[in-house]
């Protein structure tokens, strides 16, 4: 009962006091809402998912065709270039999504649109392209030429080029093959029926996406998708990494109020009281446990509500909550337990706790980043904090009981180890 | 015999590393009587006065409170007092009564009885209209007397006070005493620490006189005054160069103690009328003036200064 009271006071304490609900709620909300604003839009709301900016390029089509080489002799005009097939391509209505199209006359119009930031990317197609493209012949290079400030708008616009240069080489390559194949036959090669053959390859690499070979510009519906998912997942990972940060953070603002009460001598004067000490301490303690676990159910539903994060099922969730609550609390008795005053806590906090923090929040930075995201994982898990998000991330991608079991039993070695070790060092000072 | 005594102190020891804080200490407390502990700073009021509470274990030697040892019945001791502490102990984000309450629940009490004997003790103390404030917006002297007003919440035998009108206003100060006297009027028992000899000396029934961690005297006031003996107490006020001056007059005949406080000089003598001329003639062949003098009866202070060669506070 006076366990109770104590734990009433304590927790009553944390949560009138403004630092304490600031660094509980404030901050960790703030983070994952400052990202999801960020990154366009809330997970919840799929439709303005995380999409590619448009990049502006202006282009100058150079290509002087090759007079043997026409690839649409149905087209009424007669010399249709490599050159124009890309600018084609380029302007299509499936590269809207990602690029506009302006055409200018010379390369130095294209340049000094850059240069004048009229134009993100000057894309200059050189005099020889469809010679190039067709006999293999250098000299053949589309120069892409670009604000150096930017990297994704020249990069998606370099890649669709060479996606294209590619298919035009392998044209290239069928067309001698079968030119050589001809004639090896001795037959004379018909160039009508290499044009049909090339047209037929062409029109199929700039209209039909999913054919194999050809353009991989996905769909955009698809890409949202999968883009709106991948936010959605990034965003939870990280709001449960902010939340266990500053659940282990309370845990030691928790355990610090023992040192506080020690100060201000109510602790001393509580153990001049009928309260048996061991009493006293259980309610120091009772008041931590519930004081993290009252910190993550608020977060978690409000994160739930405002951004949409989905946490898992009740009960993988209460056995991610409930070990964590405890290591967290054990953890702030153990750093604590090295203390003599409140005045050393300030070492604590920006250093071990936040130190510790940032360990496990390796595995969050390292998440889409498949070389390193191995390693991560392994750092966090030499610190408590990288457990219980393991055990969040676990009961958020429904991961089998079992393993989040093996995870909470983990968590609960690090509270007993953690806790004997804090009460024990905590009991010599008071004895 | 033993159930007279609410405190039995058995040669008491306790150190801090080399620091002998409680160097074999041994006195008794009537049950009913308010028993002083005079002492200076570090005199080793505090140590003495926690290992009493249970709140710091002894080296060697034990004590008995209300019959029970401190060191193998910690429980029963500390369900029959109540502890007033040096400092304030209190939650300053609590108010008055809500501190009452949670420390009333700490020591057993729930409920109406609770509440009942809150709105008594906050009767007291005198600040029933301020008890929905915070304790942080309270003056130092109101503090004390919360802090007070918990040790009383579950009526306990003996109320142990460590120095209770430690900096405060001549009116709380004025209150606080009367509060103890009438406690002891009510049958507590009080043990009460403090450096002011005016208080032990309006209080006390008994009073132990400490220095260094050691009792250098125990008696009623008359009992201790009278071992001083027949000497007269000498106060000046001097002007001028005055330390070799003090120890010139350490070495006149019939002079037993000399100090120095806060300006005023005590001086211990057989006989006033035969070593008053001396201190004069000392003095102005010194170049130092008395402004004034005063003879007086040994009281508590002179005790100290004999036994100790020391002024109360230095
Ligand atoms: N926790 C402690 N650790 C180390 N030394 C201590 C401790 N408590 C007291 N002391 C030392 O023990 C001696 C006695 O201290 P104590 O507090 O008992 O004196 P006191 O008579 O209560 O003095 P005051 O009038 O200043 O309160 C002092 O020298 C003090 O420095
Ligand atoms: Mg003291």
Redesign the interface.
Known sequence: MQALDIALKDIRHSFTSLFGLVFMFVVPLLIVGLMTVAFGGTAASKQQAFSVPVTKVVLANLDAGDQEVDLDPSDSNPSTTAGDLLTHLLASGEMKQLMTITTVASAKAARDAVDGRTAEVAVIIPTAFTKACMEGVPGGAVEVYQDPTLTLGPDIVRAVISQFADEFASVRIMTSTATASFTAAGLTPSTDRITRAIRQFVSEATANKGASGSLKVEAPPAKQQKSANLLATILAVNMAAMMIFYVYYTGTAGAESILLEQEQGTLQRLFTTKTAPAVVMQGKMLAIVLTTILQMLVLMLFSALAFGIRWGGILPIAIALVPTALCASAFGVFLISFLKTTRQAGVVFGGVVTATGMLALASVFTMSVPSAAQLGQRIALFVPQGWSLLAFRQAMDGASLGSLLTTAAVMLVWTTVMFVVGRARMARRFA | MENTLAIQVQDLHRSFGQNRAVDGVSFDVLRGEIFSLLGPNGAGKTTTISVL???L?ADSGDALVMGHSVSTEP?LV??S?G?V?Q????????SARENLL??G????LRGAPLAHRVDEVLDVIGLTDRQKDRISTYSGGMKRRVNIA?ALL?KPALVIMDEPTVGIDPQSRRSILDNVKQLRDQGTTVLYTTHYMEEAQELSDHVGIMDHGTLVAVGTQRELVQSVGELDRIQLRLTGPAETLLDTWKTIEGIHNVASEDGVVTVLAADSNRVLPRLFESAASAGVRITSVDVQEPNLEAVFLRLTGRALRD
């Open positions: 509470s249970c709140l274990r429980r500390k369900a007092i502890v502490p400092e304030v102990a209190l939650y300053s984000d609590l949670f420390w629940k700490m020591q057993g918990v579950h």
